[in-house]
């Protein structure tokens, strides 16, 4: 804390350490600094055994007191005393401070999952401290579990007439304390991913940058209606490198800062994030592709005479990548202003570890070197797929998902496993005995939409977009779909061969594109009288193997981007000067 203090007045140079901050503080920013909240969210069993393991309960100092607390309330007492106290003598100034805490370990009674207590109230200003000391709270609507199965927060209704745990959760917490009660941390993040449910849907990922900022707007109006005296949004910028609890396993821990997880909702919490260099767009413009490797057919497509077949007829196939995607462009003769998915479906083979060529899913009678597959059969009907023995949720998960390994290990042909992420583990709640079920959410599907962060429809978790005015369908997977460990210097995880810690470098990722015709609903190609049941690939097809464009994506040390304020940004920044404009 004595470092803090000084980079707050400009007097210390912090050396660099990997994983931490470093550099030299020589500006004095002590007017613009309201207070300090100093600690983590404390883990409910160091808190514990800090208590048990506490000669002498309670502390006397000078500036804050913790009379008769517990050992770990006294604990934190002395660390604030000796702050104030150093930044009062050196620097001659005072400001409040107090420590962080969150619902894991709040002072409230929660039968829906007991835990212990750390209590703010337990640690008092003294005389000697105008400044005095607050309450902090890290504060987010889908953890603990207790938000959601406790009845008197789910049902809970809030000032708009609504249901609303978070807004339920505030209000008892700032009727617990004494002090004034900050909520120094909320938000939800706008990543691909989801990690944890909401029972009000303000969950943990899955939101577009709009959403986003429509849901801090929301929770900060709780925070404001439930008398706090304040909340801090986190974060003012997204963080490329955090972990999430349901992701770290598959990712290179010390590569994480490197690369853009768009699937990690820990790394997207921020108002402001980072566009990688070197993205396309995903909004059908042909100039951004125009480095891509490239394709053309090597034959002439299969032509039904159903009026469908310029949109059958592929006439290039374009990949390219950057510090977040893979990017892939089929381009076609003609789509007439859309696609008629009844007609037409695109299917997309994906390999990355040279394991040799499969039967590919849905009724298709080709194969290809394939460890994913995706299907585009339009919105709410396209997907990517794994190859069940690449499967990693299933590596890790599987015998809590109930999933019948066996055919995992040995699948049939043409075998393609949904893409899943775990979000739930389960849990028993406590008052009833009632068991709360592993849950996990099919994280391959895929959303159409306008990429382009300058486009008015634009949609951040758009995955594919259909650009008629281009004849073009574009489609972009994060990479840790791909089960890719560290794009930056192409690094993939080998699960099932090698297990979690493994990674093996690639040289090149293997793309092709086809077209059928569907049978039904559920996407089985069409029989044809030909080689085959495609239509169309790229590049081609010979033997009933498919052959597939070779790719190799660039490598880098330290990632280029652009800094763009989200609309999530625009909207809490209305949200706040509107309740300024109040006081």
Known sequence: MR??????????????????????????????VLGYVVGIEWPPAVVAETNRAADAPGYDGEYLAAPDAPGFESWLAARLDAAVGYEAREYDAQRPAAFTNWVTTDPLDHPYEPFVAVDPDAVAATDAYDAGTFAAYHVY??????????????????????????????????????????????????????????????????????????????????????DAAGGIAFSW??????????????????????????????????????????????????????????????????????????????????VTSDAAYLSIRIELDALDGGVDWDATNYLLAVGVTDRGARALPYGVDAAAPADFCVRLGGPGDSRATVRPQYDKFAYQYGAEAGLDLDAYRDPEPGAFAPIRTVVSRGYTVPPTDERVPFESVETGTLRYGNGNPEADAFDSLADVHVSPATDAVEVR?????????????????????????????????????????????????AELDAETNLTHAVPGVSGGRIRLLRFAPPTWDRPAYTERLKESGRIVGDTFGRYADRE
């Open 3 to 32: 470092r803090v203090v000084d980079a707050v007045h400009g007097a210390t140079t912090v050396e660099p350490r990997p994983g931490y901050a470093s550099g030299t503080y020589d500006a004095d920013v002590g007017d613009a």
């Open 141 to 226: 609507p889908y953890y603990p579990p207790l938000l959601n199965e406790t009845p008197a927060y789910a049902n809970y209704t809030d000032h708009r007439g609504e249901p609303n745990s978070y807004a339920g959760y505030l209000n008892d917490l700032v009727g617990a304390t004494d002090h004034p009660l900050l909520v120094a941390e909320f938000g939800v993040p706008a990543s691909r991913g989801v990690a944890q449910r909401d029972v009000h849907g303000r969950d943990h990922g899955g939101h577009t940058e709009t959403e986003q900022g429509e849901i801090f707007a929301a929770m900060y109006e709780d925070v404001r209606e439930a």
């Open 237 to 318: 910028h997204d963080e490329w490198f955090k972990r999430t609890w349901n992701l770290d396993d598959f990712s290179d821990p010390d590569r994480r800062p490197h690369w853009s997880n768009v699937q990690s909702p820990e790394q997207r919490f921020g108002l402001l994030t980072f566009d990688p260099e070197g993205a396309v767009p995903l909004d059908g413009s042909a100039g951004a592709w125009a480095d891509a490797t490239a394709a053309t057919p090597e034959r002439d497509p299969v032509r039904l005479r159903d009026g469908a077949d310029a949109s059958r007829e592929l006439t290039g196939l374009r």
């Open 477 to 525: 997977l994060p990479w840790l779909l791909l089960n890719v460990a560290d794009p930056s210097r192409r690094r993939l995880g080998d699960f099932w061969s090698e297990g979690l810690d493994a990674h093996e470098t690639f040289e090149a990722i293997d793309v092709a594109a086809a077209s059928y015709a569907p049978a039904g609903a559920d996407g089985t190609a």
